[in-house]
């Protein structure tokens, strides 16, 4: 299945590799851990990250309620695990660079309070319904049974956080950025992000800007053009569990 997972996650720039309080001061990017009485969770969404900061949780006799957050997504299955962690354990989130693919997907919105800062980056591009996957036929009988496993997870999770599961997906249909140039720090739209007013009608609720203001465009205006500002239509209704298998 490593294939697949390939195909599945977001592009992530930097190393996987989990580092130690030390050597995060060196590699600020990567690392998992508890750091003044915060979750610290930096770099890819993985099920070895998500272990590590389960047990660190666990051990913890103060348990925090918050967990910081920069990650440009990882796979599905791994977000949703983090997300539902949060959810069951009714964590605050906090993002502070970005938080992009199943960070976004699933991590933000299991939060009980969602904190952004002024120049805290977001970014969707697509889900486990998302239609337009593409996958060679040599895989495609194992993209299936995984693809549908997904969906169905998918599905009973953003029902159970009461988010509609077409947050992740709607940007598609008013921008088609994948037929662009992938990669966050090249040329080419990555994904979609919505304003603080529609986020709410995903059901997105409780986000408080740590700044008073929430505008990363203006304080990162080099990534500006990567992300498409989507305008949810005044007509949408919120609806869970949109797709259902």
Known sequence: MKHL???????????????????????PE??????DGNLIYQGEITETSNNVIFSLFRAAEFKPNRLIISSQGGEIGAGM??????????????VTRVCASSCANYVLPAANTK??????????????????WHVDQEHRE???????????????FYADIA?????????????NFLDSTLGFFGKGTVGFDYSKADMKK??????????GEWDWRKYRPDRSNLVKRIRVDDDFEFKLRRFEI
């Open 142 to 156: 194992a993209f299936n049974t995984y693809i549908t496993l997904m969906r169905k997870k998918e599905t009973d």
């Open 5 to 27: 997972v390939l195909v599945f996650s977001f592009l992530v720039v930097g190393c996987t590799s989990l580092k130690d309080a030390s050597e995060s001061r060196h590699n």
């Open 30 to 35: 990567v690392f998992v851990g508890i750091e």
């Open 202 to 211: 995903f059901g997105l609720v409780n986000i408080v800007l740590l700044d």
């Open 81 to 94: 695990n983090l997300g539902q962690w949060v959810r069951d354990n009714n964590l605050d989130v906090e």
């Open 163 to 175: 988010v509609d599961n077409l947050l992740a997906t709607y940007g598609q249909s008013k921008f």
């Open 115 to 132: 904190y952004l800062r002024k120049d805290s980056i977001l970014i969707w591009h697509g889900s486990a319904w998302q239609s337009n």
